[in-house]
Each structure stands twice: as structure tokens, then as C-alpha cells.
Nanobody, 122 residues
Framework: QVLLTESGGGLVQAGGSLRLSCTATASTYNMGWFRQAPGKEREFVAAIRWIGAIPAYADSVKGRFTISKDSAKKSLYLQMDSLVPEDTAVYYC??????????????????WGQGTQVTVSS
């Protein structure tokens, strides 16, 4: 397993932007972002393959969120633009085995960060 530390959450008005960061202790994993709103299940947001940097997005964030990585810094990022109140949730960084396809299921990941709160006000 790899240790993950997230940062960058906060309160923002609708239409605004936030950038989440996640620092890992290893850089040979596929990594992703999930989120969980109160009373809802954890859902996939975006993921990226560590080798080849091929991203995948949930339909609800496609065109608004951008996932990226810095291999040298062992860091993962999520640039969130055009935020809407429905984006309000705790966002989790996740890491999993370096497979050829990034997983959209939480079961594809075996390491999780502590989560960072994102709140979008209307």
C-alpha cells in the first residue's frame, strides 16, 4: 500500500474553481479521485494511469475537471472549474495497482487518503 495525503479543499461559490492535491509515497500506481456527499455512496470522479497518463472522467465532471500528475513529485492533482453545488462532497485520493486500464470502481484501489472537504455555495 501507499500513503496518500490530500490538500486543497475549501469553500467556493458556484462557478468558482479549486485545485486538489494528493501526495503519495510511491509513484508506480494508478491513481484516482472519488467523492462522497452526505447520505450518498462514494462515487468515481476521475482517474489516471501512472504510465502513459491516460485519464478517465465521470460524465458529471467531464469538461469541468482535469486530473493530472507530476511523477517527479509523486503528486496527483484535480483542477475543478465551473463548480456547482452538486460538487459538494468529501474528496478522496486513491491509489491502486498499475494496470493497463484505470478503474472506475472503488474496488480497483487499495490505498485511500483521509479526504478533503469541498463545499460549493449557490
Amino acid at each position: 500500500q501507499v500513503l496518500l495525503t490530500e490538500s486543497g479543499g475549501g469553500l467556493v461559490q458556484a462557478g468558482g474553481s479549486l485545485r486538489l492535491s494528493c501526495t503519495a509515497t510511491a509513484s508506480t500506481y494508478n491513481m484516482g479521485w472519488f467523492r462522497q456527499a452526505p447520505g450518498k455512496e462514494r462515487e468515481f470522479v476521475a482517474a489516471i494511469r501512472w504510465i502513459g497518463a491516460i485519464p478517465a472522467y465521470a460524465d458529471s465532471v467531464k469538461g469541468r475537471f482535469t486530473i493530472s500528475k507530476d511523477s517527479a513529485k509523486k503528486s496527483l492533482y484535480l483542477q475543478m472549474d465551473s463548480l456547482v453545488p452538486e460538487d459538494t462532497a468529501v474528496y478522496y485520493c486513491a491509489a491502486g495497482p498499475a494496470t493497463s486500464n484505470v478503474g472506475r470502481s472503488a474496488a480497483s484501489y487499495n490505498s485511500w487518503g483521509q479526504g478533503t472537504q469541498v463545499t460549493v455555495s449557490s
